[in-house]
């Protein structure tokens, strides 16, 4: 048995350590605008639900280990005091995953993800349309627990609105678990699909993907590359020279290419689609 003081490790460390014992967690797909309308979607695994009557969820946007910076999530529930807290499934990981690059204030994750907006009925803050849950929240609070990289701060929020996708329910009206095919977070690139087991989803890139977004139309629109697909697609660092010459739309090639995804070659994936 190892016996660790917290305050004799590196942060980074004690970070490993605590997001690989507590796991699964849920993950809290946040979307926040800031006052001057600028739209941002995160995803965060420090979060549940603590609250049914009156009912109560808190995630908790951490400020970054590397460089004691907060996120564009935490300055503007600060500023708005609304967030969209929307569930993540399967169907959905890869892009979920490809929005938590850090790309510039102002950029907005849903198109760079490939995600749909939805007008939210009670609070300023669109939802995610391919979730299948999604919380309209109100935020009592903002509980600040240092001031240190990797100090978090959590959000407590109270549900005003809920919206779920009928697709989801059983016989009964309740959420079926297997249906909604939620996902959760592990340690390391590891996730938990409920039904499934675990399985990997590599780390976005240290620089910018360039999104679903930047994808050619042919790809982008395909009638056989999935959202998770596409998620993965976008997470290069720029798109090959040979896409700019040639794109394939033949469908078994998108077949063979999704197959390549299936697998995480990424690279090969993008030479099947690219390759006249």
Known sequence: MITIDPKEVSTGKLHSYLLGAVAPR??????TIDLKGNVNLSPYSFFNVFSANPPVMIFSPARRVRNNTTKHTLENVLETKEVVINIVSYPMVQQMSLSSTEYAKGVNEFVKAGFTESPSQKVKPP?????????????????????????????ICE??????????????????????????????NWYNRA?????????????LGIGVDALPEKIRLSKILTGNDLGMLG???????????FVSEDIN????????????????????????
């Open 159 to 188: 549900v005003v609105q809920l919206h779920i996708n009928e697709a989801i329910l059983d016989t009964e009206g309740k959420i079926d678990p297997v249906k909604i095919d939620a996902v959760a977070r592990m340690g390391g």
């Open 26 to 31: 849920p993950i809290c797909f946040a979307s």
């Open 195 to 207: 039904k499934e087991g675990m399985f990997v989803v590599p780390k976005p890139l240290t620089t």
């Open 253 to 276: 090639t998108h077949k063979r290419a999704q197959e390549l995804l299936k697998k995480g070659d990424v690279k090969e994936a993008w030479k099947a689609l690219t390759t006249s």
């Open 127 to 155: 939802r995610v349309a391919e979730a299948p849950v999604q919380f309209e929240c109100k935020v009592k609070e903002v509980v600040e627990l240092g001031k240190e990289g990797g100090a978090g701060n959590l959000v």
């Open 235 to 245: 997470n290069v660092e720029g798109l090959p020279e040979s896409a700019l010459q």
